[in-house]
């Protein structure tokens, strides 16, 4: 049985898509699973030269003998998830809970020109704060209530605990970042929901006992989009001659940026309760290690950052990302 979560460390977008498409590729669960808020992720995954944007689809696509579901926490935007799934061909193995909450036109209305939702929080606008809002008030429509999900409607929990109880594995993606929780985050300046490991069991209905691993994504410096704290951060000019800028998948917004902060690190793995570190974009501070997999380039200057991150959260990095492509990885695990 093995059920490895994987979350991320700051406030989001540290490449968790790519962290997880090289998993689907090279470690072949039985099942990836989408947990988090909803469609404001957008997890950015280059395969076989083509870039998608996932904001439903789970990052496990890259290989096609996965079965990939959404979990009854996630809020599902059919129109979103039926092009994804278009876009990826997964009509045969996709599957969503019948109990996923549904966002319509209204909440993304609102999502988007609500002055403190848009104005004051710098929220992605798709609806998943307002959508949420109708769950708690237990008038939100389910996926159950939509034909057009019909389809694909399931019992992601039954088929989780299933294929663990099968010794098989499984791998859940949570979105967002535990500096985006609504309960341990920057409040206000954060997401509709908790987007802890636990957050991530309970989006997928399964239970704590079950998780072997937990894996945290950090990146090698520090992004966020829309308001709030970001310690250390820099001005758009040092950002851009750094080579750190960034814009945002779902809505294009220059990123803010600062460099790696090792207090936030220590927070995210406390939070999570984190087992494993995957640190991504290292290329971009160390560019000698540009789409490298050998591990005998951790030398000098990367080792001493690596073992400087290990040393402050006490648990091993045991995957790096080396380049934007899935196979962009050193893979420092013992079967890696
Ligand atoms: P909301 O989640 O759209 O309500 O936005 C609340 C805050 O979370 C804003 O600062 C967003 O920019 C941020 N946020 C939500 N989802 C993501 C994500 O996937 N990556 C980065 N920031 C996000
Ligand atoms: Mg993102």
Request: hydrophobic share 40%.
């Amino acid at each position: 049985m093995s059920l490895t979560v994987v979350c991320g460390g700051f406030w989001g977008d540290e490449g968790k898509g790519k962290i997880l498409s090289y998993l689907a590729l090279k470690d072949v669960p039985s099942i990836v699973v989408r947990a988090g808020v909803g469609t404001n992720a957008g997890h950015t995954i280059l395969f076989q030269n083509k870039e998608y944007k996932l904001r439903m689809v789970p990052s496990g696509f890259v290989n096609p003998d996965i079965r990939l579901l959404i979990g009854a926490g996630v809020l599902v935007d059919p129109k979103v998830l039926l092009k994804e799934i278009d876009e990826t061909n997964t009509h045969e193995c996709l599957g969503v809970d019948y109990q996923s909450g549904i966002i319509e036109e209204q909440h993304i209305e609102i999502d988007s020109t609500n002055a403190h939702l848009k104005g004051k929080i710098g929220t992605t606008g798709s609806g998943t704060g307002p959508a949420n809002v109708d769950r708690v008030l237990r008038k939100l429509k389910l996926a159950k209530d939509i034909p057009q999900l019909e389809p694909y409607l399931t019992d992601v929990s039954i088929e989780i605990n299933d294929a663990l109880n099968e010794g098989k594995a499984v791998q859940a993606e949570g979105s967002q970042a535990i500096l985006l929780s609504l309960y341990h985050g920057s409040y206000p300046y954060v997401t509709s929901k908790d987007t802890s490991a636990a957050a991530i069991c309970s989006d997928i209905g399964v239970g704590p006992t079950k998780v072997s691993d937990v894996m945290v994504v950090m990146k090698s410096f520090i992004t966020r989009v829309g308001t709030g704290e970001l310690p250390g951060e820099l001005s758009k000019e040092e950002v851009e001659k750094r080579g750190w800028t960034e814009y945002g998948a779902v809505t294009g917004r220059l990123r803010r940026a600062a460099p790696f902060n090792y207090d936030l690190a220590k927070k995210a793995v406390r939070l999570n309760g984190a087992t494993q570190i995957a640190l991504t974009k290292l290329d971009i501070i160390f560019p000698e290690i540009a789409k490298a997999n050998d591990t005998d380039l951790i030398k000098g200057n990367i080792a001493e950052f690596i073992d400087k991150i290990e040393e402050a959260t006490k648990i091993k990095v045991s995957i790096i990302g080396t380049g934007p492509a899935a196979e962009d990885i050193i893979d420092l695990r013992e079967n890696g």
